[in-house]
Structure formats: C-alpha cells, structure tokens
C-alpha cells in the first residue's frame, strides 16, 4: 500500500479510476484471509508496510462492514462467514443450486462419505460448500478453507482445467516434477486422486478423489469431491470414482468436466 496520509485518495499507479482506500482495504481483508494466524493492527502493518493508524481505520471500516471481527483478548483480527456466504452466493449463478445440492446430496447418501464442492479463486483452492459423513470418523471440509492449486485431490482437480495451469506449474517447480501423474491419472480414470500415506497434504490418512467441472453458464471453474479416512477400507477407490463420475453424468447440460 504504502501511500503516506494527507494524500489523494486516488492511486494512478494502476488505473487512473482505481480509489485507493477501497482497494487498500481489499487487499488487507485477502490478507486476513489467506494468513494461517490472525494478527493485530501493528503486526498487519509491519507486514505490508504501512502508516499503523492507517490500517487500523482500513480494519474498522472491515470491521464495521462485517467482513472481520476482532478477538477482544488478543486484539487480532479474524475474517468472518460473510466472506463464506459471499462465496456461496457467487456458487449460486447461473441458476444451478438446486440441481448441484440435490446431486451432492444423492452423492453423500451413496458413498457414505463428505462431499464437498470447491472454487477456483485465482492461485487457490477455496471449499465453497460441504456436506459430511455421518460417521463418527469423518473428514471435514470447512466452507471457507483456501489452499494452493494442485494440492489435494480437489486443487489438483480444479488445476487440470485452469487457464493459466502452465504458468502456474512454471513457479511451483514441485507441483511441476510429479504433474505427469495426475494428468495421467485423469486421463485414464476421470479423476484425481490422492493418498495420504504418498501425497502432499496436511494430514496423512486421508483418501480424496475429484473431478474438474465448469459451469456451462457462467463459466466458473469449480471442482467436486469427496475425502475419507484412509483408515476405512470398506470405502474404496473405484468405488466412490464410479459414483463421481456418475454424480457429473447427472449434472448434464448444467456442467461439463474439462480436465487435461
């Protein structure tokens, strides 16, 4: 950010239309959303180098909007399920909600397992909408949840069919070095998938498998799946690869899957 106080509000740098407070406030609140902990007024304005009561005024105007709260102990600030529901309104276009929560729905009841929905969102992965297991043993899927594409069955899924995928893999090299596979995989099954026990997630034990799709009406990449524990065997790959593939077969002329 950094433009010091008292000067106009308009910045030319980019755009001569571009208001810079609005666009300052933007770019905190992706900040505050992507980071993996909450941080407060002075620690936020070291990190993007700018004046700290500035940024406090750009956080109480977040803050006032409802798009972040702030802890009343740790003075941090955290986003809220505005953002969330934003989200899954943004889901909603093109006329399609009804038929992509049945089909999710019908997905869940068959497999047995969560299934969750996610959205490409420039260099990330974000879940836009779950419904989970009944098993007491169960992976969830917080709407909301953002990570890097080509990780997880699900960011793999969504960076198969990605405009800008080589360019992607060209700044992620160890994305890159074992992209063959996946393509490969989807190729032959349909699907990607990923193991716990092999690939690069978080948490090792979980299974998940997922499919590209995009909407034949607005466009939007997005990416259906489904994750379970490892540890249940009586869930298995070609199994819950059959009932996907099924689940896009019924989103028909709504969506198609684009993959490599």
């Known amino acids: 950010m950094g433009q010091a106080e008292g000067k ?17 406030a933007l770019r905190l609140l992706e900040l505050i959303a992507t980071s993996e902990n909450w941080m407060n007024a002075s620690e936020i304005a070291a990190l993007v180098g700018e004046n700290r009561n500035r940024v406090f005024r750009l956080l109480r105007t977040l803050e006032e909007a409802g798009y972040v709260r702030q802890d009343p102990t740790t003075r941090a600030y955290q986003p809220t399920f505005k953002l ?17 929560l049945k089909t999710m729905g019908d997905l869940q009841k068959l497999c047995g397992e969560t299934v969750y929905l996610v959205g490409h969102d420039g260099d990330h992965a974000v879940s836009l909408m779950s419904i989970e297991s009944n098993h007491l043993n169960r992976i969830s899927m917080q709407p909301g949840t953002r990570w890097p594409l080509g990780y997880g069955a ?27 596979r996946v393509e490969e995989q989807f190729r032959r099954d349909g699907v990607t998938f990923v193991d716990g026990r092999y690939d690069r997630i978080n948490d090792d034990g979980i299974v998940a498998i997922g499919t590209p799709l995009a909407s034949r009406s607005t466009g939007q ?37 684009n993959g490599a």
């Open 8 to 24: 106009a509000d308009i910045s030319t740098d980019a755009s001569q239309y571009r208001i810079k407070s609005a666009y300052d």
């Open 84 to 100: 969330v529901s934003l989200g899954y309104i943004v889901s909603r276009s093109g006329g399609f909600e009804t038929q992509l």
């Open 154 to 180: 699900a960011g793999q899924a969504l960076l198969l069919a990605a405009p800008n995928k080589e360019d992607y893999l060209a700044r992620h090299p160890e994305i890159r070095a074992t992209w063959h």
């Open 221 to 257: 990449l997005l990416a259906l799946a489904v994750t379970w524990p490892l540890a249940r065997e009586t869930t298995t790959y070609d199994e819950v690869r059959r009932m996907l593939l099924d689940a896009v077969e019924e989103l028909g002329q709504t969506f198609t899957n």
